[in-house]
Nanobody, 123 residues
Framework: QVQLVESGGGLVQAGDSLRLSCAAS????????MGWFRQGPGKEREFVAA????????RYADSVKGRFTISRDNAKNAVYLQMNSLKPEDTAVYYC????????????????WGQGTQVTVSS
């Protein structure tokens, strides 16, 4: 059974940085795209970033380009999201997700999801 566990969330001030981690277990994820989504208060869940199976291709939402960096470590079955220059509008529950795909970096229709980690950015 696939399990995704996020960590690293917290309360920070605008301009600060945070690094989210997601540990995946239950199978080998080398053919899976790994991604991050978020859901802010009163908002729908939205795509944040994703990385392909090899780590050679990434994709970002326009709202986080230049501030967030996604990376993965296949030896550890882990994906990370380095978030810099955080803004109050980045406040959300952040979810890790995986999708079996060796073509492209999709922004939707992911197969498995974690429980989420709260990120709160104060102004």
């Amino acid at each position: 059974q696939v399990q995704l566990v996020e960590s690293g969330g917290g309360l920070v001030q605008a301009g600060d940085s945070l690094r989210l981690s997601c540990a995946a277990s239950g199978r080998t994820f080398t053919t899976y795209v790994m991604g991050w989504f978020r859901q802010g208060p009163g908002k729908e869940r939205e795509f944040v970033a994703a990385i392909n199976w090899s780590g050679g291709r990434t994709r970002y939402a326009d709202s986080v380009k230049g501030r967030f960096t996604i990376s993965r470590d296949n030896a550890k079955n882990a994906v990370y999201l380095q978030m810099n220059s955080l803004k109050p509008e980045d406040t959300a529950v952040y979810y890790c997700a995986v999708k079996q795909s060796i073509v492209g970096v999709p922004t939707g229709s992911y197969d498995y999801w974690g429980q989420g980690t709260q990120v709160t950015v104060s102004s």
